[in-house]
């Protein structure tokens, strides 16, 4: 995901919450948002289910109560969430837009809920089987060798390299357009449409910023429509043809407003939030010299790169939260809930919570539960592409440990800023230097 110019958290000093209480305190705060950590355990000790005034949202910040949550769809709805979070105050005008200029207005199909969601799933979770994902690694190793020969190049030429935009961005952008058989594509703009999609989870965005980003999505969406209908006529090999000729389980075929919602999605989630992942791993590489001293020594040892990226995932989840709805009334960790309540799902502090994870602060890929992380959701809504993203990961850590050494910040650490957005934890740019090996 990139950022337009001027929409990006200056972090400055770390959030740090004083003598403030959780009351006005609010996840719209930049300081917040860029500087999570504190704000996460005041939530997790004093108020596990707490009502963000500014934000309008529940959010929902132990571990325990999370996995309760997230195994209970039919009392915590992803769709009636997704949508009350969806171009929040905008929505009508937003929807207007797309319809006139976009080719219509397709809701994101795959946020449904049971029983659409179990026809619409049981399609897709064969395109990211584990043997699909293994015949995918020698193509994306390729795509992650050039890039990191660019980076060593660059470096070896005395420049700064922006991690965000020269490599992590670029990287998941070439790997789902290779998927979906986009040979020819602007890296760029994919970007950009990415920024727009995301903003509309994210409850930061003004009423102009909401108009810009339709408009860049009414030209997604345009793009994906001409390659349906290419691919209606001329079936190839990759993944958009899978969704325009799928049959479901019930022997039915998608419709053309699933099918353009699915190729959306597969587009924005398959290089956004792995960027964001691949940015992470940067980060810490470059801030955590023990950590990669430790990944150095290990490189070849497929189980400890195993361990290496779950841990990732754990201490710097790419997604912060996700919404959902109670559909009825009800209780979580000790608090009552009416129908209807708006919550923000963090995974970011799940993966934080001292009562699952000992010392979570320390990045160990030894501890014993390593991949009992909440990182990629957990039920029926878990992550479609989680195989897909941790197979990207691997790979990029393997091939810049093999190829780079001394991989360090241009910046002081707290200049480094972040995207304002409720949804991810995205690092906006990360200019770093680094040397060949």
Request: with cysteine.
């Amino acid at each position: 995901m990139n950022s337009s110019e001027g929409h990006s958290t200056a972090s400055g000093c770390p959030f740090s919450s004083g003598n403030m209480t959780l009351s006005d305190m609010s996840l719209t705060d930049p300081l917040i948002q860029a500087r999570p950590q504190e704000f996460y355990s005041k939530l997790r000790n004093e108020d596990p289910v707490h009502y963000d005034e500014k934000l309008g949202m529940w959010l929902v910040s132990r571990y325990d109560d999370i996995v309760t949550l997230l195994r209970n769809p039919q009392t915590f709805s992803d769709k009636k969430g997704y949508e009350a979070q969806y171009a929040s105050g905008f929505f009508e005008e937003f929807k207007q837009i797309l319809e006139k200029e976009g080719g219509g207005f397709f809701p994101d199909v795959i946020k449904s809920d049971p029983p659409e969601h179990t026809r619409i799933r049981k399609l897709l979770d064969s395109a990211f089987s584990a043997h699909r994902v293994k015949t995918l690694e020698p193509a994306i190793t390729r795509i992650i060798v050039g890039l990191v020969e660019q980076l060593a190049d660059k470096a070896a030429a005395g420049k700064v390299i922006d991690g965000v935009k020269e490599f992590s961005i670029p990287l998941t952008i070439a790997v789902i357009c290779e998927q979906l058989g986009m040979n020819q594509y602007d890296g760029d703009k994919i970007s950009e449409w990415s920024a727009a999609i995301t903003a509309q989870i994210g409850r930061m965005q003004n009423r102009e910023q909401m108009v810009e980003n339709a408009n860049k999505i009414c030209e997604l969406q345009n793009f994906i429509i001409g390659q349906m209908k290419d691919r209606e006529a001329n079936p190839k090999e990759d993944m958009i043809s899978d969704l325009v000729h799928a049959h479901t389980e019930d022997g039915g075929k998608l419709t053309f407003g699933e099918a353009v919602s699915l190729v959306r999605a597969l587009i924005i989630a398959g290089n956004e939030t792995t960027a964001t992942a691949i940015s992470n791993l940067l980060f810490i590489l470059a801030t955590q010299p023990a950590v990669a001293a430790q990944l150095y020594d290990n490189v070849e040892d497929e189980r400890y790169l195993t361990r290496f990226i779950e841990e990732l995932l754990r201490y710097a989840p790419p997604v912060r939260g996700l919404a959902k709805m109670t559909t009825r009334e009800t209780e979580l960790g000790g608090t009552k809930l009416p129908k209807g309540a708006h919550m923000l799902v963090l995974y970011g502090s799940g993966n934080d919570d001292e009562r699952r994870f000992e010392c979570p602060r320390s990045f160990d890929a030894s501890r014993g539960n390593v991949g009992n992380h909440v990182a990629f959701g957990v039920g029926i809504h878990r992550c479609i592409g989680a195989s897909l993203a941790r197979m990207e990961i691997r790979v990029a850590a393997k091939e810049l440990i093999k190829r780079v050494r001394n991989i360090q910040l241009a910046i002081p650490v707290d200049q480094v800023t972040y995207l304002p957005t409720v949804a991810t934890h995205s690092i906006a740019s990360l200019p770093i230097t680094l040397m060949r090996r």
